[in-house]
């Protein structure tokens, strides 16, 4: 058996590389390990990469196993893990192979190996293995149910059937992830920001705060998971927000335009891209929830924080520097709060940039995502165009939300042709803007 082992490793050989990892003999051998009910015991190397993932392999085999004595769970290569390099002749190989992604599975004996160019793809051993701890599982639909309650009596003071349409949004929300699993990690997000956040490096805000989410949670994709689905939470809840204030059961309406979308739904199941949609939704409900024309010190406050939470957006998602400009000229300037908004946003961007690394913004033209967008956004193209149209002098003066989304969107469409990750945003732009049109005659909005 040790030969033909053997035999496999030496043939399978060439095929491994930094794009892809490696079972051996077979993934199923690393499947009946994860489940054999045996005690398991993880060494790491001693470089930060292997001590990283090997901290996220001891976390992410708690969920299935006890930890004991019974098999060996090995992390890293020979040349930074001295326990690899005394056991790594048991498998008949060259030291070299081990800087290699491979799971290597022997007989109460297990190597997770890879360097540091390529040992974050250990995690897709591990991709499609979920378990939940009973805590967690109450505990998640304990503050799910929790929530909408708390968010339905809140609406119930914004109209007679707001918190019914909201508990009717969250219905539809439930049943769409009963019935599909709304979560990917992507491997430039796995090597990237997954990774950093393992390393604890702070190069960039978003690993930083996944690192502190990690030490309060786990390292797992569990953890990753929860995460998504409050901010898919969060982001459909705050959705009413950005409906005009006398018309918040107009949500569901946003809310369904935008939902629509199977692209648009496919692309939230991206968790950097669904943080991004959700820093959009939060900026726009904070902004048109904002009182920038009063006098009073709240307000100062108002500004300090909304200016604050747009610096830190930007430095996750930087299209997001844009709002407060936009503010600037669509909602009344005779205020100095819109200003220091501007300002202060400003400021806090360039301070953030000294400390935290922002996104590359890569372009280039590829117009296939526009006219995806002219495909399953056309109902919303239609009504905009056509009350564009009928009430074209009124929007040729108009201000507040309707003013913003219709700036936002005459920008990111012709973007869009450049970067596809404005898909969604374009998307949920567009549905808040016809429904802010359609009230375009009440002054409030």
């Known amino acids: 058996m040790k030969k033909f082992l053997i035999m496999m490793l030496l043939f399978m050989l060439p095929l491994a590389s930094a794009s892809q990892l490696e079972f051996y003999p ?14 398991y015991y993880v060494i790491t190397g001693e470089s930060d990469y292997s001590k990283a993932w090997g901290w996220y392999v001891d976390e992410k085999l708690s969920r299935f196993k006890d930890k004991g004595d019974e098999v060996l769970v090995l992390v890293g290569n020979v040349y930074d893990n001295p326990e690899m390099k005394k056991l790594w002749n048991l498998t008949g190989l060259p030291p070299e192979v081990s800087l290699k992604p491979s799971v290597i599975v ?26 939940f701890r009973n805590r967690e599982e109450y505990g998640l639909l304990f503050a799910g149910i929790l929530l909408s309650l708390f968010f339905a009596f809140l609406f119930s003071r914004h109209g007679t059937y707001t918190h019914f349409f909201y508990l009717l949004v969250m219905s539809l929300f439930a049943l769409w992830i009963s019935n599909s699993m709304p979560f990917t990690i992507g491997e430039d997000f796995l090597k990237n920001t997954f990774q950093s956040a393992l390393l604890g490096n ?51 309406l946003v809310f369904g335009l935008t939902f629509a979308s ?23 409900a904070l902004t048109l929830n904002a009182k920038f024309t009063e006098e009073s010190p709240k307000v100062i406050g108002h500004v300090f924080l909304l200016s604050l939470i747009v610096a ?13 400009f936009f503010t600037f000229f669509v909602f009344p300037t005779k205020s100095i709060r819109n200003s220091i908004y501007v300002g ?18 890569s372009l280039s033209f590829d117009p296939s995502s526009l006219l995806v967008f002219l495909r399953e956004g056309i109902l919303q193209l239609i009504l905009i165009s056509y009350l564009l149209f009928n009430f074209r002098r ?6 507040g939300g309707k003013a913003l989304f ?15 990750q404005l898909f969604p945003m374009v998307q949920y732009v567009s549905s808040a803007l016809v429904v802010r049109l359609i009230c375009e005659l009440t002054p409030q909005t």
């Open 26 to 39: 077979n993934e199923n051998a690393f499947e009946e390990f994860l489940s054999d009910g045996k005690t």
């Open 106 to 131: 022997l007989n109460n004996l297990v190597f997770l190996t890879g360097d540091e160019n390529n040992i974050y793809l250990i995690e897709k051993a591990f991709s499609q293995h979920y378990r």
């Open 202 to 252: 702070k190069d960039s805000l978003l690993s930083f705060a996944l690192n502190s989410y990690f030490q309060v949670y786990s390292p797992t994709e569990e953890a990753l998971l929860v995460l998504h689905l409050f901010i898919l939470f969060f982001t459909s809840t705050l959705i009413f927000f950005t409906a005009p204030k006398p018309y918040r059961e107009l949500g569901f």
């Open 262 to 284: 199977p692209s648009f739904r496919g692309s939230i199941t991206d968790l950097s891209t669904s943080i991004s949609v959700f820093l959009l939704v939060l900026v726009a």
């Open 312 to 324: 830190a957006g930007s430095l996750v998602w930087p299209y997001l520097i844009v709002f407060p």
């Open 344 to 361: 202060l946003s400003i400021t806090f961007f360039i301070l953030g940039i000294n400390v935290f690394s922002i996104p590359t913004i």
């Open 394 to 399: 009124s929007v040729l003066n108009m201000r």
């Open 406 to 420: 219709f700036w936002l969107l005459v920008v990111f469409i012709p973007l869009l042709a450049y970067s596809s």
